[in-house]
Nanobody, 125 residues
């Protein structure tokens, strides 16, 4: 079964770049129709979808994050990476990676079916 595990720093200072890694087990991240999203949750704004990387290595971002978010992958390590630049305290949240449940027959590519447990990130000086 597919498993996702987020990792990265728990504390980041304002203006720095946050870098998180999602390590996937159970399937190659290049599996057809495997869409991997980054989603975060904060008390103030709830769940926010940040962006996605597709099985063809295309990326799509929320307009709220497009200017400072980058999602990439490393198939050799089976990892998805999120980079969020110029962080502020408002970026404090639990960050999740999630895999969509879409298939060739059912196009729910953005619907999260598999979630990591999330990693808490606090932005503070």
């Amino acid at each position: 079964q597919v498993q996702l595990q987020e990792s990265g720093p728990g504390l980041v200072k304002p203006s720095q770049t946050l870098s998180l890694t999602c390590t996937v087990s159970g399937e190659p991240i290049t599996t057809n129709y495997a869409y991997y999203s980054w989603i975060r949750q904060s008390p103030g704004k709830g769940l926010e979808w940040m962006g996605v990387i597709t099985h063809t290595d295309d990326t799509h971002y929320s307009p709220f994050f497009a200017s400072r978010t980058s999602i990439s992958r490393d198939p050799s390590k089976n990892q998805i990476t999120l980079q969020l630049t110029s962080v502020t305290p408002e970026d404090t949240a639990v960050y999740y990676c999630a895999r969509g449940i879409g298939t060739f027959y059912e196009s729910s590519y953005y619907v999260p079916g598999y979630w990591g447990q999330g990693t808490q990130v606090t932005v503070s000086s």
